[in-house]
């Protein structure tokens, strides 16, 4: 019973004093087992129990010694199963024990080998530590050796270059120059940086200095003479064979660049080396000068042989020479500034100068051409050809800048000579142009070519009679330069006058007035040459002699013919001009500056009046006015070409429509005032039959007379009107001039038909008269 109760303790025992205490969970598990296994333990043994019973039928529980024996027996029975169940539970225990004890072990080691990992951990990052340290250390020491060899080598090298600069030909010829040469920059540089910093840094500068400048001197030298001796191999052996016609430019630009390779690669160093020293850019400069002498050497003479042929061939084709000149130095320019960069790398002054040179030549031969020219064609051409071919389609190439300043200065003087002549050329042709007999034939010529066009018209059966024609802007004109005048209504006139039709023969350009001829053509070839300032005020001169011309040709014709005619005459002409001299785009006003010597001349002739006053300390001091207010005053004054045609258009307008209306009504006007009188006079050719008979009375006295009044109005109407039409050749413009004058005529003619109303008050005397209504009268042809 001893085992049990150790279990029995072992069970009861503190947990908190054993080696490995259960948990709550471990514990209720444990317990469950225990109930378990009691249930068990009774229920077998109940069954046992009555399976005796049942096995042993006979046996029965008959006196307590058999009931004692059996409970006897299951007591034992179950004793050793109790027994051996503790025994099982002991032998678990101790299992657990030496568990326990090797898990304590297992803890011992485990932590001897923690301890033992954090040492060698330790120990492993001192020893990593370490290693970095030698490794930074080493590095240091490797950088330190490679910047002491770096710059040693740089005082080094100088034992090097000593020995490779003593070989003369070894700087042109070894293809090593190049790096050479770059290897000597870096000594140079670094000497010059690390002067202060080492002892012998100057003497070894020194040295490497001496080295490039005996470089650099080689290269020049060598460059010099690689341009003579090409140059001379190119040069032929007499001048006879330079002419333009030979092959010779092939020669001077394929073979003269034959070493151009190797010159550029030796110019390209020195270029680069230019800033260092001013003995290398004027190393430089002697190359360049050497190359740029040799050219135009070369080149010089073969451009004069070439002008002086194309000269002496074009004759008086001077666009020809121009063009053909200006396309031989053009393709000059572009060669030579190729070939340049054949040799050299950067661009230099000396080129522009060398090409400016060359183009100078070109300027120096056609310049005397030009400025003795006269004609105003030729010259007009000459700029337009400058301008447009030679100036606006190569002004942003950098190889014809020479070319194109010279073409400019040439455009310049062209110009100038073409203002000139177009000076002399207005006062010979246009202001002082004496007009032949010819000239002012005026409406003959007119006449004569209304004739011609109408047979031609006769003469083309399949081509319909089409109208006169139909000036687009002499509407536009009339109203615009008399628009103050009351019959202008509208824009109707100028939008029907938009219509396209026939040109009339009379209006052609070649039967013109001289002048009007020469100032349209004189504008057409200044507008095409001339820059847009100039143009502007030499139209204004243009425009303003031509309309004194036309003054002078207007009175003339009026003097030859009828005032009708020189009227009509200069509105034409003037119409024309103003058509005219739209598409060339006539500034509406020119400003001009001038002296008014106003206040200076009345000063000095207040000066000479008071002489005696001239030093007398007063107010009317003339000296002092002269000094103080006889200064010249710088004015402005407009110029306008336009309105002044415009004005003069109106003037003419306004004096035509004045002498037409009196021309017109001068018989009317007469006949009023006799009717005004007591008694109708002039009837003495009333009759054409015939003299009156004294009989006749003072109604048919009237209606005669009324008759001829008007049958004389129709007839000088449609004179004029023919007139106008044979002139302006537009029947727009003519109503246009001619409803002012009926708007006139309208007021007198209601003032004729007033009086004869109040002077013949009855119906049968009024029917007597026949006065015809006015739309009639100014609509239908003269009576019979």
Request: aromatic share 8%; with cysteine.
């Amino acid at each position: 019973m001893n085992k049990p109760s150790d279990w029995t303790d072992l069970w009861e025992r503190d947990d908190s004093k054993s080696l490995a205490p259960l948990s709550a969970t471990q514990i209720d598990f444990v317990e469950s087992l225990i109930s378990l296994n009691k249930k068990e333990t009774i229920c077998d043994i109940e069954n046992e129990s009555i399976d005796a019973n049942d096995q042993d039928p006979e046996h029965n529980y008959k006196n307590l010694l058999n009931f004692h024996k059996y409970f006897i027996k299951i007591d034992n029975e179950m004793q050793c199963q109790t027994d051996s169940r503790l025994s099982n539970i002991n032998q678990y225990h101790m299992k657990c024990q030496q568990l326990n004890t090797i898990l304590d072990q297992v803890l011992t080691h485990l932590k001897t080998l923690d301890n033992e990992y954090c040492s060698a951990l330790s120990k492993t990052r001192s020893f990593y530590n370490s290693c970095d340290t030698l490794i930074q250390q080493q590095h240091g020491l490797i950088v330190a050796i490679e910047a002491l060899n770096e710059k040693l080598s740089y005082f080094e090298e100088l034992e090097t270059m000593s020995k490779k600069f003593s070989s003369p030909t070894m700087l042109t010829l070894n293809e090593s120059l190049v790096p050479l040469l770059s290897r000597l920059d870096e000594c140079i540089n670094f000497m010059t940086h690390n002067e202060s910093n080492y002892l012998e840094a100057s003497s070894y500068l020194q040295e490497y200095r001496r080295f490039q400048s005996s470089a650099m001197n080689t290269i020049r030298t060598h460059v010099i003479n690689t341009l003579k001796q090409t140059a001379t191999q190119v040069m032929p052996e007499n001048e006879t064979v330079l002419t333009p016609n030979d092959s010779v430019f092939t020669l001077y630009y394929g073979k003269f660049q034959t070493n151009a390779h190797r010159i550029k690669t030796l110019m390209q160093q020195l270029e680069h080396r230019t800033n260092q020293s001013e003995l290398y850019s004027q190393y430089l400069d002697d190359c360049h000068q050497c190359y740029f002498e040799i050219r135009e050497s070369l080149i010089g003479s073969v451009l004069t042989l070439a002008m002086e042929e194309m000269i002496n061939s074009s004759g008086r084709n001077f666009c020809s020479l121009i063009r053909s000149s200006a396309k031989l130095y053009i393709q000059i320019c572009r060669d030579e500034y190729q070939l340049y960069f054949q040799f050299f790398t950067q661009m230099n002054s000396t080129l522009i100068d060398f090409l400016d040179r060359l183009c100078s030549s070109l300027y120096d031969k056609l310049r005397p051409i030009v400025i003795h020219l006269e004609h105003l064609e030729s010259l007009s051409e000459i700029c337009a050809l400058i301008k447009s071919e030679f100036i606006d389609e190569n002004v942003h190439q950098d190889d014809l800048e020479s070319f194109v300043k010279t073409m400019e200065q040439l455009l310049q003087d062209t110009q100038e000579r073409l203002v000139y002549r177009c000076n002399i050329y207005i006062q010979t042709n246009i202001l002082n142009y004496t007009p032949a007999s010819g000239d002012l034939a005026y409406p003959e010529k007119l006449e004569m070519m209304k004739s011609i066009t109408e047979n031609l018209i006769g003469d083309n059966q399949d081509e319909p009679l089409r109208p006169m024609r139909n000036r687009s802007d002499s509407v536009s004109s009339i109203i615009s330069s008399i628009s103050d005048i009351s019959f202008v209504q509208g824009a109707n006139y100028q939008n029907e006058s938009r219509k396209v039709s026939s040109r009339s023969v009379t209006d052609l350009h070649g039967m013109w007035y001289p002048t009007v001829r020469s100032t349209i053509m004189c504008l057409s070839k200044l507008y095409r040459s001339l820059d847009k300032q100039t143009f502007q005020g030499l139209s204004q001169d243009v425009l303003f002699a031509c309309i004194d011309s036309l003054e002078v040709a207007h009175t003339q014709i009026k003097q030859r013919k009828t005032l009708i005619d020189g009227y009509l005459f200069i509105i034409k002409y003037l119409l024309i001009i103003r058509e005219q001299i739209i598409p060339f785009h006539i500034e509406t006003s020119i400003k001009e500056v001038y002296l008014d010597f106003t206040k200076t001349k009345s000063a000095v002739i207040e000066l000479l009046q008071k002489r005696a006053n001239l030093f007398t300390l007063t107010s009317n001091n003339a000296l002092l006015k002269l000094m103080f207010e006889g200064t010249p005053q710088v004015s402005e004054k407009t110029i306008d070409s336009q309105k002044a045609v415009d004005i003069k258009i109106k003037e003419k307008c306004e004096e035509f429509i004045s002498y037409i209306y009196e021309y017109l009504t001068s018989d009317m006007k007469n006949f009023i005032l006799a009717s005004k009188l007591p008694k109708l006079t002039g009837m003495e050719s009333v009759s054409t039959a015939g003299q009156l008979p004294q009989e006749t009375d003072l109604v048919e006295q009237y209606r005669l007379k009324l008759k001829e009044t008007l049958q004389s109005f129709q007839t000088k109407k449609q004179s004029i009107e023919k007139s106008m039409s044979l002139y302006l050749s537009n029947a727009e413009t003519e109503a246009i001039i001619f409803k002012q004058v009926k708007t006139k005529i309208q007021t007198l003619y209601e003032q004729l038909v007033k009086i004869l109303l109040n002077k013949f008050p009855t119906d049968s005397d009024r029917i007597k008269l026949e006065i015809p209504p006015l739309r009639l009268l100014l609509s239908s042809s003269p009576q019979e």
